[in-house]
């Protein structure tokens, strides 16, 4: 077990072009979150999937943002028409079934808009 | 949703210093974990601590959970140590996290 990976670790892009970042969580983990970390700040939730079910979304997660989990395993987050504002860290994490279990964090992918 | 306060925001130690770290809770949680955020971003899991005391060599945790605190004891600290520290709780799912404690060790 390799724990979480994310990737690319980092992405440098302009303003109006779209990104996609993927996570792989730990195999056997049911629930995956996404988290956006900005300078100076705690991470913030985006949203969480219970296997390929996303069951609840952040109202920081604009329109222009879109996740998935097709098959239960990996996730992807895609930023349409990026925005120099969505420069930032993005983190993901996985946990067991239960509710309130251990959160394992992956070394997240870092944004920048120019 | 649940606010977390971290205190102090900042804290400067001499090498060999012990330190006290405190979060406090708006609200209940039912998961609550201490984090070592690196040079390069990744959270690295120190503590899953949803109530009572645990150690890990030079670092220990204690929550109590009715008074939704939690602390972090960094001993004899090192230069290694330095860094910001998150914690975080669960009362929804979803972890809530502080705005953390920036650590510096000076040797």
């Known amino acids: 077990d390799t724990g979480v990976s994310q990737d690319p670790r980092h992405k440098i892009t302009k303003r109006g072009q779209n990104v996609t970042f993927r996570c792989d969580p730990i195999s056997e983990h049911n629930r995956l979150y996404w988290y956006r970390q900005t300078l100076g700040q705690g991470p913030e939730f985006l949203t969480y999937f219970q296997n390929e079910a996303q069951l609840e979304k952040s109202r920081l997660l604009s329109d222009r943002f879109s996740a998935e989990r097709p098959k239960g395993s990996f996730s992807t987050l895609e930023i349409q028409r990026t925005e120099q504002g969505d420069s930032a860290m993005y983190l993901c994490?996985?946990?067991?079934?239960?509710?309130?279990?251990?959160?394992?964090f992956g070394p997240g992918t870092r944004l920048t808009v120019l | 949703g649940i606010q977390v306060e971290q205190s102090p925001p900042d804290l400067i130690l001499q090498e060999g210093a012990n330190s006290t770290l405190r979060c406090n809770f708006s609200?209940?949680?039912?998961?609550l974990q201490w984090f070592h955020q690196n040079p390069w971003g990744q959270l690295i899991n120190l503590f899953y601590i949803p109530s009572g005391t645990k150690q890990n060599g030079r670092l220990s945790a204690t929550t109590v959970a009715t008074e939704r605190y939690s602390l972090l004891y960094i001993s004899s600290s090192q230069t290694t140590d330095s860094g910001v520290y998150f914690c975080a709780g669960t009362g929804n799912n979803r972890l809530a996290f502080g705005k953390g404690n920036q650590v510096v060790v000076i040797p």
């Open positions: 994490a996985s946990t067991g079934l239960h509710p309130g279990n251990e959160q394992f």
């Open positions: 609200d209940s949680v039912n998961n």
